[in-house]
C-alpha cells in the first residue's frame, strides 16, 4: 500500500479509541455549551430556568417533567430555554438513582402520612407511571372524574415518591440556582473583557 502506515496501530490504540469515543458525551456536552452560549437572558433569568428544570427532574412524574419546568419558569420569569435544558439532568442514567432516593426520603419522612404504600420495584413504578397516564386521559381527554378516582386509589409509591421529592426538589433548586449564577456570571465577565 503506497498510502498506508509503516508501522501498523497497535490494538491498545484502537481500543482506547473507541471506549473513549463511546464513554464520553463530547456531542452532547457541545450541543448545550452552544445552547447555553446562543441563549439570551440574564445570569438571573437562565439560572432560574437551569435550576428549575434540574429540580423537576426529582418529582416522580416521568413524561411531565418539561411541562413542569416551563411552567413553573414562566411563573418565577426565568427563562425557558434554559428549564428545558435544565430537564436534561434527569435521563435514563439518573432516573433509577432519583426514584430509589426519592423512595427512601419519603419513606423517612411519611410517618403514618400515607399508610398503603408499596415496596419499591421497578415493575410498581412502571405500572403507576401508566396509572399517571390513565389520569391524565381521563382529565383531558373524557373528563371523566369517576375513572379518574379510581385510578387514583390505584396509586401506592408515587405518593410516598412524592413526598421525599419535596425536599429534594428545595436543596437541589437552591444550590444549583447559586452554582448556575456564579458559573454564568464569571462567562458573561469573560466575554464581556474580550
Known amino acids: 500500500m503506497p498510502f498506508g502506515r509503516r508501522k501498523k496501530k497497535q490494538t491498545y490504540f484502537y481500543l482506547k479509541g473507541f471506549i473513549k469515543n463511546a464513554l464520553s458525551f463530547s456531542r452532547t456536552k457541545k450541543y448545550i455549551s452552544l445552547s447555553m452560549k ?20 426529582f418529582t416522580p412524574f416521568i413524561g411531565l417533567h418539561a411541562l413542569i419546568a416551563l411552567f413553573i419558569a414562566w411563573i418565577f420569569g ?4 434554559a ?3 435544565g430537564t436534561l439532568f434527569g435521563n435514563p442514567w439518573t432516573f433509577p438513582f432519583f426514584w430509589y432516593l426519592t423512595y427512601e426520603v419519603g ?7 400515607i399508610i398503603n404504600y408499596e415496596e419499591f420495584s421497578f ?8 396509572t399517571i397516564l390513565e389520569i391524565l386521559k381521563n382529565l383531558i381527554i373524557f373528563a371523566n372524574m369517576q375513572e379518574m378516582n379510581a385510578s387514583f386509589d390505584k396509586l401506592r409509591l408515587i405518593p410516598i415518591m ?18 448556575f449564577l456564579n458559573i454564568l456570571k464569571s462567562y458573561k465577565k469573560r466575554l464581556f473583557y474580550k
Open 38 to 57: 446562543r441563549m439570551r437572558g440574564s445570569p438571573q433569568e437562565l439560572s432560574i430556568g437551569l435550576a428549575t428544570g434540574l429540580a423537576v427532574s
Open 123 to 130: 415493575n410498581n413504578i412502571r405500572e403507576e407511571v401508566t
Open 83 to 85: 428549564a428545558i435544558i
Open 162 to 179: 412524592l413526598l421525599g421529592s419535596i425536599p429534594l426538589v428545595i436543596i437541589s433548586w437552591i444550590t444549583s440556582y447559586f452554582i
Open 78 to 81: 426565568g427563562s425557558m430555554a
Open 107 to 113: 419513606q423517612f419522612l411519611n410517618q403514618g402520612l
